[in-house]
């Protein structure tokens, strides 16, 4: 990994990465997520608010980046980098994944489970495919948006801090990942410990490859396939509910 010198307006963005971005999210889980209802339209503009927020923020990590005169390429625009673990944590991304879809869908008793969660799980993705339309730019948006904040900015500015070596790099990386997890906090705390556990393989990824190019594509792949299954659970449950009712 380059180790690169940092100024003021990166201990800025830092510090709202850091400090302010998570008391903004302890402070929001206040608000009761079993109490939210969203109508479509409601929905579709959070995925847009979002989407948009990610959008600039990055673009701000990127434009303070060049400023001193880093390269594009030292943030990660560059293509991988040949490595054997590269491959093993990639499968090892793909089969957590799959663990985790099917310790939800897999047994009758665990989709009871995952439907009975509806109102707080999936308050939040695509019911239809318009939806889904919607929320394709959202999941492009944070592939993109958030493995450029969290992986490629600060991880580098981590180490900083830490040490270009091997275990500076480890702290890196699971503080960007802590970081990461933490901010996904509406989701649970199991929720939580997985999203911690797949992003310290994207870091992994990243290090290795000493590109952003993979963590991309597979960050906004898994938030794809999360929204399309969204879909086919809420039609699950409609169609459930409503064969009670018969």
Same mark, same amino acid.
């Given at each position: 990994?380059?180790?690169?010198?940092?100024?003021?307006?990166?201990?800025?963005?830092?510090?709202? /990465?850091?400090?302010?971005?998570?008391?903004?999210?302890?402070?929001?889980?206040?608000?009761?997520?079993?109490?939210?209802?969203?109508?479509?339209?409601?929905?579709? $503009?959070?995925?847009?608010?979002?989407?948009?927020?990610?959008?600039?923020? %990055?673009?701000?990590?990127?434009?303070?980046? *060049?400023?001193?005169? *880093?390269?594009?390429? &030292?943030?990660?625009?560059?293509?991988?980098? %040949?490595?054997?673990?590269?491959?093993?944590?990639?499968? %090892?991304?793909?089969?957590?994944?799959?663990?985790?879809?099917?310790?939800?869908?897999?047994?009758?008793?665990? *989709?009871? *489970?995952?439907?009975?969660?509806?109102?707080?799980?999936?308050?939040?993705?695509?019911?239809?495919?318009?939806?889904?339309?919607?929320?394709?730019?959202?999941?492009?948006?944070?592939? /993109?948006?958030?493995?450029?904040?969290?992986?490629?900015?600060?991880?580098?500015?981590?180490?900083?801090?830490?040490?270009?070596?091997?275990?500076?790099?480890?702290?890196?990386?699971?503080?960007?990942? %802590?970081?990461?997890?933490?901010?996904?906090?509406?989701?649970?705390?199991?929720?939580?410990?997985? /999203?911690?556990?797949?992003?310290?393989?994207?870091?992994?990824?990243?290090?290795?490859?000493?590109?952003?190019?993979?963590?991309?594509?597979?960050?906004?792949?898994?938030?794809?396939?999360?929204?399309?299954? &969204?879909?086919?659970?809420? $039609? &699950?449950?409609?169609?459930?509910?409503?064969?009670?009712?018969?």
């Amino acid at each position: 990994m380059g180790l690169y010198d940092m100024n003021a307006w990166d201990h800025v963005v830092a510090a709202v /990465i850091c400090v302010f971005a998570p008391i903004l999210a302890y402070s929001s889980r206040r608000v009761q997520v079993e109490e939210i209802q969203l109508e479509p339209e409601d929905k579709i $503009k959070l995925y847009h608010s979002n989407a948009l927020l990610l959008i600039v923020f %990055a673009l701000v990590v990127i434009t303070l980046w *060049r400023i001193p005169g *880093r390269t594009f390429l &030292g943030l990660g625009f560059e293509w991988p980098q %040949a490595h054997p673990m590269v491959p093993v944590l990639l499968v %090892a991304v793909l089969l957590f994944y799959g663990l985790d879809i099917f310790f939800q869908y897999g047994l009758k008793r665990w *989709r009871e *489970r995952t439907l009975e969660k509806r109102n707080t799980a999936l308050t939040f993705v695509p019911s239809n495919r318009n939806e889904l339309l919607h929320f394709a730019f959202l999941a492009l948006a944070a592939g /993109i948006g958030e493995e450029i904040i969290f992986r490629g900015y600060l991880i580098h500015y981590m180490l900083h801090w830490t040490g270009n070596t091997p275990l500076g790099i480890v702290y890196a990386c699971i503080i960007s990942s %802590a970081l990461f997890a933490f901010l996904h906090g509406y989701q649970g705390w199991s929720s939580m410990i997985k /999203i911690f556990f797949i992003s310290m393989l994207f870091a992994g990824i990243f290090v290795y490859s000493q590109s952003l190019l993979i963590v991309i594509l597979i960050h906004t792949f898994i938030d794809l396939f999360s929204g399309w299954l &969204g879909i086919v659970l809420v $039609k &699950g449950i409609n169609t459930q509910e409503h064969s009670k009712e018969e």
